[in-house]
């Protein structure tokens, strides 16, 4: 009960308030809060700083950057917040101003993103790059997974949150992990639509995933290990974070002979061979089902495989009393 009142008493301001409906849209920083609302930084820092004491958000820290978002809805602080937030009324003209304010922001966010990008001669949608048949390659995934019930997804190397934005009708949460800040710029723009609200991204590594052991259902691997060094090891920290009999699926291009992805994309490696996923998936214990595949200009496989469940340990068998 006492955790309850913290949480009402915290929400029960118009300022906090419109914070948490403006988390529901996505992750901000106090400095963009500051520029939404048009308060100072001090005065919102203070509000904050009780909303996240009360459990109602959650920082994440990501170099000088401190992040805010509501906690995912499984905890009883995320519920608490996400049912009194469809309490307020969609059309209130503060919270739709706020709105408003807040899609510059991320626009201008995803603008940034995209600029630096451009000044660095790189693209940020390889498939595009590459002339590669996303839709088609969308189609085969949706098709290859179960119509609902996903649960708890995490996507490697997310790039621009594509992929969540696709799955977000069939999964519980979905998490995205990247390494570059201006990708996770345009998946936050990307993500901060209505019904998006359980998607979220955070800067990761793919060989040490901020994240507990077994605590998704479905990792996602698309167009990330031709760039892994060390692709058993990408490999053995997703199959760490699945839990038993969860799914791993990774999208690739199969062996190729287009030696200028190497310069021009950097790519470590020119697809990759079914025997050889196959190998790594055995090696971190995963049990592969047949692949998937969409032509194209360059072939893109689907690779599935499923996690073990743990060996139920034996039970000692009792010794008979007679
Ligand atoms: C070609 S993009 C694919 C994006 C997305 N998965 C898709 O299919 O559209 C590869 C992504 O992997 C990310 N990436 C590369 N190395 C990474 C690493 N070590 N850890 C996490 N992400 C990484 C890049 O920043 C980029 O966003």
Same mark, same amino acid.
């Given at each position: 009960?006492?955790?309850?009142?913290?949480?009402?008493?915290?929400?029960?301001?118009?300022?906090?308030?419109?914070?948490?409906?403006?988390?529901?849209?996505?992750?901000?920083?106090?400095?963009?809060?500051?520029?939404?609302?048009?308060?100072?930084?001090?005065?919102?820092?203070?509000?904050?700083?009780?909303?996240?004491?009360?459990?109602?958000?959650?920082?994440?820290?990501?170099?000088?950057?401190?992040?805010?978002?509501?906690?995912?809805?499984?905890?009883?602080?995320?519920?608490?917040?996400?049912?009194?937030?469809?309490?307020?009324?969609?059309?209130?003209?503060?919270?739709? /101003?706020?709105?408003?304010? $807040? @899609? =510059? &922001? +991320?626009?201008? !966010?995803? #603008?940034?993103?995209?600029?630096?990008?451009?000044?660095?001669?790189?693209?940020?949608?390889?498939?595009?790059?590459?002339?590669?048949?996303?839709?088609?390659?969308?189609?085969?995934?949706?098709?290859?997974?179960?119509?609902?019930?996903?649960?708890?997804?995490?996507?490697?190397?997310?790039?621009?949150?594509?992929?969540?934005?696709?799955?977000?009708?069939?999964?519980?949460?979905?998490?995205?992990?990247?390494?570059?800040?201006?990708?996770?710029?345009?998946?936050?723009?990307?993500?901060?639509?209505?019904?998006?609200?359980?998607?979220?991204?955070?800067?990761?590594?793919?060989?040490?995933?901020?994240?507990?052991?077994?605590?998704?259902?479905?990792?996602?691997?698309?167009?990330?290990?031709?760039?892994?060094?060390?692709?058993? /090891?990408?490999?053995?920290? $997703? @199959? =760490? &974070? +699945?839990?038993? !009999?969860? #799914?791993?699926?990774?999208?690739?291009?199969?062996?190729?002979?287009?030696?200028?992805?190497?310069?021009?994309?950097?790519?470590?490696?020119?697809?990759?061979?079914?025997?050889?996923?196959?190998?790594?998936?055995?090696?971190?214990?995963?049990?592969?089902?047949?692949?998937?595949?969409?032509?194209?200009?360059?072939?893109?496989?689907?690779?599935?495989?499923?996690?073990?469940?743990?060996?139920?340990?034996?039970?000692?068998?009792?010794?008979?009393?007679?």
């Amino acid at each position: 009960m006492e955790e309850l009142l913290t949480g009402l008493r915290a929400c029960a301001e118009p300022t906090r308030l419109r914070l948490l409906a403006l988390a529901a849209r996505g992750a901000f920083c106090v400095m963009d809060f500051a520029d939404i609302l048009g308060q100072s930084q001090p005065r919102l820092s203070r509000h904050l700083r009780l909303l996240v004491e009360a459990g109602l958000l959650e920082r994440q820290r990501e170099g000088a950057n401190v992040w805010l978002a509501l906690p995912q809805a499984a905890t009883p602080a995320g519920s608490l917040v996400r049912s009194l937030l469809a309490r307020l009324p969609e059309d209130d003209a503060c919270l739709v /101003a706020d709105r408003r304010h $807040a @899609a =510059r &922001v +991320l626009a201008d !966010r995803a #603008r940034i993103a995209s600029e630096s990008f451009r000044s660095k001669g790189a693209d940020w949608d390889e498939m595009r790059a590459l002339g590669l048949p996303a839709a088609a390659v969308e189609h085969a995934l949706l098709a290859a997974l179960p119509a609902v019930d996903l649960g708890r997804v995490l996507d490697i190397g997310t790039g621009t949150g594509a992929l969540l934005e696709v799955l977000a009708p069939r999964i519980d949460s979905g998490l995205g992990i990247d390494a570059s800040r201006q990708m996770l710029a345009l998946a936050r723009a990307r993500l901060a639509k209505p019904g998006l609200g359980h998607c979220a991204v955070r800067l990761g590594d793919m060989y040490r995933l901020p994240l507990p052991d077994a605590a998704f259902d479905l990792v996602v691997l698309q167009m990330i290990l031709h760039y892994a060094e060390d692709p058993a /090891a990408a490999m053995a920290e $997703a @199959a =760490r &974070v +699945l839990r038993p !009999r969860g #799914r791993l699926l990774v999208v690739d291009l199969a062996a190729h002979g287009r030696a200028e992805c190497r310069e021009r994309l950097a790519h470590r490696w020119l697809g990759f061979a079914d025997d050889r996923i196959a190998d790594l998936f055995r090696t971190v214990g995963l049990a592969p089902s047949p692949a998937i595949s969409v032509p194209g200009p360059l072939e893109i496989r689907l690779w599935g495989a499923t996690s073990l469940a743990p060996v139920a340990a034996k039970q000692p068998e009792l010794e008979s009393t007679q």
